[in-house]
């Protein structure tokens, strides 16, 4: 028998696709989530978009070896659903990128759940959930 000594994680983390007509930034996430400056979440908020933007700069994907968000490997990670979402915003802006649980409380939650937003404008799914 093996026994650990020292620090163990149970670490979970979420690949997202983003397609926006604008360009992302931290203020016009932070709107497109729905949340109000000032409000009771807006600290949280902000850090949770700090953490997305950061999970764009750590480059590419949690477990895929893709580069940059094509028809093809949106349609293999995400679904067709979000590959056709790609196709029908392609004068849009595409991101991809993952956040961990090991993150801020909010950016906790965000991870361990899957979830989908769709507006004209704005879509955003984190539906590959990796436990």
């Not at 997202?16 to 930034?25: G, R």
């Not at 679904?79 to 906790?108: I, N, R, V």
């Amino acid at each position: 028998m093996k026994i650990r000594m020292g620090f163990i994680t149970n670490s979970s983390s979420t690949n997202f696709l983003i397609i926006s007509k604008e360009e992302l930034t931290e203020e016009y996430l932070f709107e497109k989530l729905g949340f109000v400056e000032g409000g009771k979440l807006s600290d949280k908020g902000h850090d949770l978009c700090a953490d997305i933007l950061f999970g764009l700069e750590k480059g590419g994907l949690q477990y895929f070896d893709y580069e940059t968000p094509t028809y093809d490997n949106i349609k293999e990670i995400f679904g067709s659903k979000a590959a056709d979402k790609f196709k029908s915003m392609s004068d849009a802006h595409a991101y991809w990128g993952y956040t961990s649980s090991d993150e801020a409380p909010l950016t906790q939650f965000f991870t361990t759940d899957s979830f989908e937003i769709e507006e004209k404008d704005f879509y955003i799914n984190g539906r590959d959930c990796v436990w």
